[in-house]
C-alpha cells in the first residue's frame, strides 16, 4: 500500500519525503562540519595555552632581546617585529 498525505496525494508524500531527507543530510553535514571545526579549535586552544616561547629560540636572530622577552616561533624569510618606539608624524 503506498503512503499518502492528510490530502491523499501520492507524489506530494514522496516530494515531502525527499525534501526532508535532503534537508536532513545537509544538517547532519553541515553538523559534523561545525564539530570538526570546534574540535580543531579547541585542540589550538588548548596549545596556545601551554604554549610559552624561549629565550633560547632567538639565537640567531638579527636583534637583541630584551630581558624577559622570549620568541614563540620563528619562520624563514618570515619578519614580525615589535616597534618599541614610533616616531611622531606631523
Known amino acids: 500500500m503506498t503512503k499518502t498525505d492528510s490530502t ?3 507524489w506530494r508524500y514522496r516530494w515531502a519525503h525527499r525534501q526532508n531527507e ?3 543530510r545537509a544538517f547532519r553535514a553541515a553538523d559534523e562540519a561545525w564539530r570538526r571545526r ?3 579549535l579547541r585542540r589550538l586552544r588548548t596549545l596556545a ?3 610559552h616561547g624561549s629565550a633560547q629560540a632567538g639565537v640567531g ?3 637583541e632581546l630584551a630581558p624577559g622577552e622570549v620568541v ?3 619562520l ?3 619578519q614580525l617585529v615589535e616597534v ?3 616616531a611622531v608624524l606631523p
Request: glycine residues 4%; aromatic residues 12%; proline residues 8%.
Open 8 to 10: 491523499g496525494s501520492t
Open 22 to 24: 535532503r534537508r536532513q
Open 38 to 40: 570546534d574540535d580543531e
Open 49 to 51: 595555552v601551554s604554549f
Open 61 to 63: 636572530l638579527p636583534m
Open 72 to 74: 614563540f616561533w620563528t
Open 76 to 78: 624563514p624569510a618570515a
Open 84 to 86: 618599541r618606539h614610533t
